[in-house]
């Protein structure tokens, strides 16, 4: 079955170091999608893609967090520094937009990242 | 998009059908609903999703009041795997619109209870 692939799984850090998280979208998508989830939030969008443009990336701290698409079959979330409150499992998400498709979007497994 | 509110928890017994409300009061008429779950530490995962007719498919029902004011999931058989957050969602369905997003909100947490 096709699916969203992320690295890493699980990542520990300390404080102030990068991190870059990868995701491989659905051969043939158009559109992805990075989300955080913590308990206190929930799931937050922080970034939107479509044909490998960013079209809305607003509730990323564009301080520290950038995103982007270097080909149609990588996606790339970058923290630099990280700090504590970072600390997350970050989900990446595909799906196909057309004229005549219902826009259903496929999660991947996430990233849960730790900052100490 | 229109927001959304759901019920924070509800409990079904196994085998049960459980009945999941949303309601999406200031939808607006391109907007579709869509439900997708989320079980523990997994991604979500779409369920189902409708603009105005009653939908179903091998997961579930979904029924949308005629004013589309709210609607219903329906998982007819509910099993101890269906334990899950659902969330409701209103979404615009227009290609070249850039606001179509997915925003999900807090959920309802089912416990299917055995």
């Known amino acids: 079955d096709a699916r969203v692939t992320q690295t890493p799984r699980h990542k520990v850090t300390e404080m102030g170091q990068e991190v870059t998280m990868r995701c491989q979208p659905i051969?043939?998508?158009?559109?992805v999608f990075w989300y955080r989830q913590t308990m206190m939030q929930g799931l937050e969008l922080l970034a939107y893609f479509r044909n490998r443009a960013p079209l809305d990336d607003s509730g990323m701290p564009k301080d520290r967090f950038s995103a982007e698409m270097p080909d149609a079959t990588l996606a790339t979330l970058k923290i630099q520094p990280s700090e504590p409150r970072d600390s997350a499992v970050y989900f990446c998400?595909?799906?196909?937009?057309?004229?005549?498709?219902?826009?259903?979007?496929?999660f991947g497994e996430g990233s849960r990242l730790t900052v100490l | 998009d229109a927001k959304t509110t759901q019920p924070p928890s509800m409990d079904c017994a196994e085998g049960r059908a459980a009945n999941l409300p949303c309601n999406h009061s200031?939808?607006?008429?391109?907007?579709?609903v869509y439900w997708y779950r989320q079980i523990h530490s997994q991604g979500p995962q779409y369920i189902i999703h409708g603009l105005k007719n009653n939908e179903t498919n091998e997961m579930a029902s979904l029924i949308i009041t005629e004013d589309r004011k709210s609607s219903t999931l329906i998982l007819p058989h509910a099993t101890l795997r269906d334990t899950a957050v659902y969330y409701c969602i209103v979404r615009v369905e227009v290609v070249w619109d850039t606001g179509n997003q997915f925003y999900f909100g807090t959920g309802t947490s089912l416990t299917v209870i055995p």
């Open positions: 998400a595909s799906g196909l937009v057309t004229g005549a498709n219902t826009g259903e979007l496929f």
């Open positions: 200031t939808i607006s008429g391109n907007e579709y």
């Open positions: 051969l043939g998508h158009n559109t």
